[in-house]
């Protein structure tokens, strides 16, 4: 295993290095969209990822608060929490960071409900049945579908651990959009801010960012839309600024 261990630079973020596998996923486009559309105020406290994989967006979240805010991260698959592990060793992160290798819907043996100011998720994407066609490699199968958790059971706990007007943040696909915002506003986490997101100029949206507040006012603001590259194939500006400024990134 060790020799398909890699560390790469995190982007531009801080110096930062991530420890990732090329058997399973490297973390992706998705998780540095998710972070940068994370607004924390300063009467934020306490952050947990469910669903951490190997800690990206902890670490670009803990470049953007102050220490006193605690990161957590919660991550059912063994080989993902253990590239996670690596990857806040180092980088001096292990005081910052705290990381439990288990199922989600166990988070509850772990933290009490109403404690947390935000939850952000980049849960898989697709639904999952008898019949799917999955990867032969199960950890990126798991990753990619909801086997271990749903959209539902995101939803659900994440509810519970908010605190009163906390808020939860989601990357998604577009075309379970109706979906999820139903599912939120059955569980009082209503829709504030949503961010359409097309992978090219003259393409229909492929993803969504959208920020939840548990016992929020009905009010919805749509932010511009994020193209993601341009009639080149490079990254925009916008997404160029995510990176740290620099355009010598490799595609994510």
Request: hydrophobic share 45%; net charge positive.
């Given at each position: 295993m060790k020799?398909?261990?890699?560390?790469?630079?995190?982007?531009?973020?801080?110096?930062?290095?991530?420890?990732?596998?090329?058997?399973?996923?490297?973390?992706?486009?998705?998780?540095?969209?998710?972070?940068?559309?994370?607004?924390?105020?300063?009467?934020?406290?306490?952050?947990?990822?469910?669903?951490?994989?190997?800690?990206?967006?902890?670490?670009?979240?803990?470049?953007?608060?102050?220490?006193?805010?605690e990161l957590i991260g919660i991550e059912v698959q063994k080989e993902m929490y253990e590239l996670a592990e690596k990857s806040l060793k180092i980088n001096d992160l292990e005081n910052r960071i705290t990381l439990y290798n288990e199922n989600i819907k166990n988070i509850f043996n772990i933290y009490d409900t109403d404690t947390f100011d935000i939850v952000v998720s980049n849960p898989p994407y697709f639904k999952y049945k008898p019949n799917s066609i999955l990867n032969e490699n199960i950890v990126k199968s798991i990753a990619r579908h909801e086997i271990y958790i749903t959209i539902d059971d995101i939803i659900r706990i994440s509810k519970k651990l908010l605190k009163n007007k906390g808020s939860l943040f989601l990357v998604h696909r577009t075309d379970r959009f109706i979906e999820i915002i139903t599912k939120l506003k059955s569980n009082n986490l209503e829709p504030k801010r949503v961010q359409f997101i097309y992978p090219k100029y003259n393409q229909m949206s492929n993803l969504f960012l959208i920020e939840a507040v548990k016992n929020g006012r009905s009010l919805l603001k749509v932010e511009k839309p994020l193209i993601i590259h341009d009639e080149n194939g490079e990254y925009t500006n916008e997404v160029i600024k995510m990176f740290g400024g620099n355009n010598d990134t490799e595609k994510l």
């Open positions: 020799k398909f261990i890699i560390v790469n630079d995190l982007l531009n973020f801080n110096n930062l290095k991530i420890v990732q596998c090329n058997k399973y996923f490297n973390f992706s486009l998705d998780s540095v969209l998710l972070s940068d559309f994370v607004k924390i105020n300063p009467t934020v406290k306490k952050i947990i990822d469910l669903g951490t994989g190997n800690a990206p967006i902890l670490m670009i979240l803990s470049t953007k608060v102050n220490k006193n805010v």
